[in-house]
């Protein structure tokens, strides 16, 4: 019957699935830790003579095992067409991920919380910035997918590559400023581009309701959180405003800047409802932090305000 296995036992099943459908190749369940602490079970399936293969999260295929939606057969063949849609090129990945020399216009910056992630902190190279810290990663992007392959960079590999923390910093803002994939919208845009045609009558009702709010975030949307660190964007962002401006950290994907005003100057009780919004619905390993930061136009420095 269905939904009685175990995750552990579930998880083995597949394995052991997987493996009789590729004799050839050899197939590893792992579990990551990834940010704030939160885990992840996977499958990984790849050549023998390759190290490079995508991680397959399984614990949403438990999730339709235990309430019947899938049966074992329907996961195997779901898992074995992820993995062949995300098969590498084997030649091209290994060349980046060996040789730093490769991998350096591939490394980008992520931000995540200092406080929530102390265990994974001793295993990466990283760098603090006020509560928050920013780790680093290789990301391949493959166009035809519309994918990312995202490596996360740790102590060992800089070792391997003969490289320290301030080598990748450095990296990581070169690659900030000669590719520059910021965004940098009015929640208006991004009303408009979630609502489509026809929803002119709710931003109307929408217009003059909130103060002027944008978002910062990278073009895919995705770990854009690490913007804030890009001096020349904050630069921008400020002419914008023409003023200091509030930085509401609302997940690892995103912040919101608010231009200061007198409507817009009790920072605690934001505070609160950064607080109230990640522990309600953000989820938990996208949590980047529980206190909002100000930006000074004039210094151009940005410090945490409650």
Known sequence: MMGRLSLEDFIQEVKEKLQERYKNLKVFTSENIKNNGTKVYAVTIVDRESSVSPCINVEGYYKKFESGECDMKEIIMDIAEVYEKNDLNHDFAVSVFSDYDNAASHVRGRLINTEKNTELLKEV??????????????????????????????????????????????????????????????????????????????????????????????????????????????????????????????????????????????????????????????????????????????????????
């Open 125 to 306: 190279p990283h760098r603090e910035f006020l509560d928050l810290s920013l780790i680093y990663v290789v990301e391949l992007e493959y166009e035809e997918q519309k994918r990312v392959l995202s490596m996360r960079i740790n102590n060992e590999h800089i070792k391997f590559w003969g490289v320290t923390e301030e080598d990748l910093y450095s990296q990581v803002k070169n690659n900030m400023d000669e590719m520059d994939e910021s965004s940098f919208c009015s929640m208006e845009e991004v009303f408009k581009e979630m609502i489509g045609s026809g929803g002119e009558e709710v931003l109307e009702d929408l217009s003059g309701a909130y103060p002027p709010m944008y978002v910062l975030t990278n073009k895919r949307r995705l770990n854009g959180a690490v913007e804030i660190l890009d001096a020349k964007v904050l630069r921008r962002c400020a002419d914008v405003f023409g003023k200091d401006f509030i930085v509401i950290p609302s997940s690892i994907h995103e912040c919101l800047l608010v231009p200061v005003s007198e409507e817009i100057n009790d920072f605690d009780y934001i505070a609160k409802i950064v607080r109230d919004i990640n522990d309600t619905q953000v989820p938990k390993d996208e949590i980047l932090s529980y206190h909002v930061y100000k930006y000074d136009k004039q210094t151009e420095t940005m410090m945490i305000v409650a």
